[in-house]
């Protein structure tokens, strides 16, 4: 990997208390602005870029609870989302939740019996099953989410695909998906880390499950009716089901974050278990033009980029175009040298083959 040049993400003192800055999971460029999102708390973050053109520094940040916008699934408005995928698109800032399972861990004070039910302990938090809609107003020149806005004679609101509605329970009978739905997503249980936007069209990159080396990607076709305007709906495709399968070969890794680039998808892949590396970009060609469930492989699927890893640390989980050639990556348990005196944190721009 040979970083073009690096950038400094600096977050506020609210955000480092809530150790935002070092548990980034989604990433999105959207002109002067960079959202971001950690996987520990219910909100989103907006950084200004110094410079537009050729940004080095995102600071003067913005954070936005997303319970001020929908109505979040749990008891508790601020129980964390782990969100893991941020997108812009048109009109609207998507957010998704990574609709996971987790096991707890086994720390170094734990010891025999104790050790053991804590690892046989699987829990899952209401609030990481969303797919949320946020609309997005110009206020003073930066793009800002707002409960509701009007565009062309329309009004949209901020609306959620969750509850009766939601991912799990659309996939409970999916003949592979549905029964790894009981898994942890760090044991290749369900686990979505990315979306990207197209038109009418959604896609959900899954981290797990990985079946004999084939990751998934999921295409939605939501919407919205007048008479419930802040309930996500879903299309179905033409064999009547509500979402689509893509199955693509990323050579036995998961996908990490989805990243639109024309007709084509960029995808950060990594793996699905909780190991270091490999960590790897791909780029799946016309990706948005698939009409039928694609099986991803050969000249469809190109690897683009090599990413470095830490041990423990440096986990690649956000990317974002940057023009045409240049991609943005965040990483998750950032290593020392990334973390500055004043708060910030170090990513890397990387210049595409």
């Known amino acids: 990997m040979t970083v073009d040049y690096r ?20 990433v999105r460029l959207d002109g002067r602005a960079l959202w971001i999102a950690g996987d520990e708390t219910a909100t989103i973050e907006r950084l200004i870029a110094d410079d537009p053109a050729e940004p080095t520094e995102f600071g003067d940040e913005t954070r936005f609870r997303l319970a001020d916008f929908v109505a ?53 938090q209401a609030n990481r099953q969303i797919l949320v809609r946020l609309p997005i107003a110009d206020v003073d020149g930066v793009p800002t989410p707002v409960r509701e806005i009007e565009s062309g004679g329309q009004r949209h609101r901020a609306a959620a695909l969750s509850g009766r509605d939601d991912l799990r ?8 998906i549905g029964p790894f739905l009981p898994i942890p997503g760090k044991d ?24 004999r080396g084939w990751a998934f990607v999921l295409e939605l076709r939501p919407y919205v009716t007048p008479d419930d305007p ?15 399968k893509h199955v693509l070969d990323l050579d036995g ?5 989805l990243c639109p680039a024309g007709d084509d ?70 290593a020392r040298h990334r973390l500055t005196p004043d708060g ?10």
């Not at 329970?169 to 592979?176: A, K, M, P």
């Open 72 to 124: 979040l699934p749990g008891a508790d408005a601020d129980e964390e989302a782990d969100i893991e995928g941020l997108t812009r698109s048109g009109r609207f800032l998507w957010a998704v939740g990574s609709h996971s399972l987790r096991r707890k861990q086994i720390k170094d004070r734990h010891e025999g019996s104790k050790a053991l039910r804590r690892l046989g302990r699987v829990e899952g």
């Open 265 to 334: 998808l960029l995808i950060l892949a990594g793996p699905t278990m909780d190991l270091d590396g490999p960590v790897r970009v791909y780029r799946w060609h016309d990706a948005c033009r698939a009409e039928i469930p694609t099986i991803v492989r050969h000249d469809q699927i190109t690897r683009e980029l090599e990413l470095t890893y830490g041990e423990g640390d440096d986990h690649a989980e956000g990317l974002s175009l940057i023009g045409t050639d240049r991609v943005l990556v965040v990483y998750d348990s950032p």
């Open 253 to 257: 890794l998961g996908v990490r974050d």
């Open 344 to 353: 910030a944190v170090i990513a890397d721009v990387l210049r595409l083959p």
């Open 7 to 26: 950038v400094r993400l600096r977050f506020s003192s609210e955000s480092q208390d809530a150790a935002t800055h070092t548990n980034l999971s989604a």
């Open 188 to 211: 290749n249980g369900l686990d979505v880390e990315g979306i990207a936007v197209r038109d009418d069209r959604i896609y959900l990159g899954l981290r797990g499950p990985v079946l």
């Open 169 to 176: 329970r659309l996939l409970q009978d999916d003949e592979h």
């Open 230 to 244: 802040g309930r996500l709906r879903l299309h179905r495709f033409d064999d009547g089901r509500l979402y689509r």
